[in-house]
């Protein structure tokens, strides 16, 4: 017990002055620190909102609908793919039967002012137009491939190749097909029948033997 009353009410005094600074000190600090975090929730829930959540939501029939709208544009973009790629197929099939039925013949060989002259005939047995190139390569006897020629069907006065119809080209080269010129001679072509810039057919064959000396 204290003895001194003075005292002791002084201590008590400074006790309860202290107290009050305390909860006023704690009051400062928690008050702005309360605020923050209420307004940073705030702007949480504001900004993670969806478009539908501030404005309003979508009934039951309206998700349906939009779910089948979406479901019907798939399905059209489906369908129109698969029709492309249908059609894609079918032009493939045609020009791959068209190039099967083009066939190259070696006619004649004629010696003409010094050069061989080798006339070709283009023939289209198919039943349909062909148009498209042909590139002929000829072939010495051993195996290199060194003159060649492309013959478009764009040189034509319709652009076309008509169908069961033909027509002769040729190329003319130094070097000839008889044993005067060793295995240098041109003894095989082959050509490649070509479509839209595709190659669809390759083949090969001799020579014909057929030649005439123009050279007088």
Known sequence: M??????GARMKLD????????????AVLL???CLCILFAQIGKNTSTSTPIQQT????PEQLIEAQQ???EAEAKAGAELL??????????????NI??????????IKKIDGYYRYFFDIRNSSDKDFNGSVEITLFTGNGVGITSGTYDTDDLNNGVLAEGLGMTRYMDARTGHTEEFGSYRYVEFSYSVKIDDKVYKVNEDMLTDNFEDLDY
């Open 31 to 33: 008050i702005p620190l």
């Open 2 to 7: 204290c003895d001194n009353p003075v005292k």
């Open 83 to 96: 029709k492309q790629q249908e059609e894609e197929a079918a032009k493939e099939a045609l020009n791959q």
């Open 69 to 71: 709208k979406q479901a």
């Open 99 to 108: 190039a099967n039925k083009i066939e190259v013949t070696s006619m004649i």
């Open 15 to 26: 006790i309860t002055k202290q107290s009050h600074f305390i909860t006023i000190t704690l």
């Open 56 to 59: 309003t939501s979508l009934t």
